[in-house]
């Protein structure tokens, strides 16, 4: 575990894991009344907390599951990056992807929030890369099985 410093400035408790194994806590919508968010229509849900990550990790926000399975329900730029030197409010780009209008209400579970570590890159610069046999096929090229 790690320590991450928080501010709850929402009406809701902190996040907590579903179960001990879960790596994601949710997120809740901080909202005044319901709103709906039409087909293919997209908004910045704020959830009231702001957060301290330490150097070397970042925050992912990813869709939850249910509600993008029933719904169609997901992130925007999923996984959202929250980088170690934000101190704003977690806003969460919510998108309607279904044909149907869907109501968020407020306390609504919305995101999960996933801690995770990172390296930073340096650039080395060659005029070659190391061979390997997929070399630059992509976009498939591995087939469907």
Same mark, same amino acid.
């Given at each position: ?21 879960? !790596? ?5 919508? *901080? %909202?005044? $009344? #319901?709103i709906v968010l039409k087909p293919l229509e997209r908004?910045? &849900? /704020? ?20 509600? !993008? ?5 997901? *992130? %925007?730029? $999923? #996984? ?9 409010? &977690? /806003? ?21 929030l996933v801690l995770a ?29």
């Amino acid at each position: 575990m790690i320590e991450v410093s928080i501010q709850n400035e929402s009406p809701y408790d902190l996040p907590a894991y579903a179960t001990e194994c879960a !790596a994601g806590v949710d997120l809740k919508a *901080v %909202l005044a $009344s #319901p709103i709906v968010l039409k087909p293919l229509e997209r908004k910045i &849900i /704020g959830t009231g907390l702001k957060i301290a990550i330490p150097v070397g990790y970042e925050a992912q926000v990813r869709p939850r599951s249910g509600l !993008a399975a029933k719904h169609g329900i997901s *992130v %925007l730029n $999923s #996984p959202g990056t929250i980088d170690s030197d934000y101190r704003g409010e &977690i /806003g969460v780009i919510l998108i309607n992807l279904s044909n149907e209008e869907f109501s968020i209400n407020p306390g609504e579970r919305i995101a999960q929030l996933v801690l995770a570590k990172h390296e930073q890159i340096k650039w080395k610069i060659n005029e070659k890369l190391s061979f390997t046999v997929r070399g630059s096929d992509g976009f498939g090229s591995t087939g469907k099985k």
